[in-house]
């Protein structure tokens, strides 16, 4: 069945240094990977996303990879700020399937000052 | 524009008692979702409507759990009736078109059943 493997659960860096987050998924018909932040008691926030025919996104401080031949993407975080504190999602979806989400179990991130 | 929005945003019941959720998505967007999301875990799908049809309920506990979008725009989810493991924080969502893959949510609603 449609499943997404988030690793690892709890990160912690130092302000300046770089976080990096792994999903797996498992059905190679996924085509769309987003990115979600989600802060204590607040709504999932998309920050990026990165579709099948695309091997990497960058935006400002955080980038996307996708390796499509090992079902794995990565979320790449550049010189962590204290604000980047969150819980991050992972998540895949196809247009097959109309579009639904399948979620990671989470990323906490802890980045110190 | 406005984003997802959802009410109430908290409720405490106790179990065996009923509970509905309401959601209103972004103006336009045919397809709405609700997500169950457990403490320290992923939202999870509960139930996808295009306009006023229903694409995915596969997820759904339909023993207890029902929703509707009759007028294809704001939507209700129920719990009837609720049980301890239902505690969670259950978000709606929406986007487009189906197959459109970028989803907006909403703030959710955080019910704990007692």
């Known amino acids: 069945g449609e499943n997404v493997e988030q690793h690892p659960s709890t990160l912690s860096v130092q302000e300046g240094d770089s976080a990096v987050i792994k999903c797996t998924y498992s059905?190679?018909?996924?085509?769309?990977f987003p990115w979600y932040k989600q802060e204590l008691g607040k709504r999932p926030q998309l920050i990026i996303d990165?579709?099948?025919?695309?091997g990497e996104k960058k935006d400002q401080r955080i980038a996307v990879t996708l390796n499509k031949t090992a079902k794995h993407f990565s979320l790449h975080i550049t010189e962590t700020q204290p604000e980047d504190s969150a819980v991050y999602f992972c998540a895949a979806s196809w247009r097959n399937q109309g579009g639904k989400l399948i979620f990671g179990q989470g990323t906490e991130l802890s980045v110190k000052p | 524009e406005a984003g997802v929005a959802q009410s109430p945003r908290y409720k405490i019941i106790e179990k065996r008692q009923s509970v509905a959720f309401w959601c209103n998505p972004i103006?336009?967007?045919?397809?709405l979702y609700w997500y169950q999301q457990i403490l320290g875990q992923g939202p999870k799908l509960l139930i996808q409507?295009?306009?006023?049809?229903?694409?995915?309920d596969s997820q759904l506990p339909k023993d207890r759990f029902s929703a509707e979008r009759l007028k294809g725009v704001d939507s209700t989810l129920k719990i009837q009736p609720a049980k301890l493991e239902d505690s969670a924080v259950y978000l709606c969502?929406?986007?487009?078109?189906?197959?459109?893959?970028?989803?907006?949510f909403g703030p959710g609603t955080r019910l704990t059943v007692l």
């Open positions: 990165i579709r099948s025919n695309v």
């Open positions: 059905d190679s018909a996924s085509n769309y």
């Open positions: 103006s336009g967007h045919a397809t």
């Open positions: 969502a929406s986007s487009s078109a189906v197959g459109v893959n970028e989803q907006f």
């Open positions: 409507f295009q306009n006023n049809g229903v694409v995915d």
